[in-house]
């Protein structure tokens, strides 16, 4: 019997990420409150008159549209990279496009302490 290893047979398989329905969770958590976070930010903006409902209606999809676009970015406002780190399993972490195999702060550093205490 002779056994012979064809590879261009096997079907090609898609390396699977099991992290992406978690980051797509915190994707659109951040996304969500982004766009509640510049709603809120334009209600303070002092107006002469009152925006009528398709102007109210036309910010409102501005701002998702928005907020969608920063929680895409990897710049966003970091809201994310914690959800992130509180939701995904920790055997799981390795799988993270942006893992950083760093210690969580502690605060304040040598340096920041040393200034503090006018040494």
Known sequence: ?????????????????????????????EANFTSHLLAEMRKTVPKEDQDSSAMEYYNSLLDYERAQLMAKSDSGLGVKKVILDQIVPQHMKHYLKNAQATVPSQGMTKVSMKENTNE
């Open 1 to 29: 019997m002779k056994v012979t290893a064809d590879f261009k047979t096997l079907p090609a398989q898609k390396p699977t990420n099991p992290v992406k329905p978690f980051e797509e969770i915190a994707e659109g958590m």
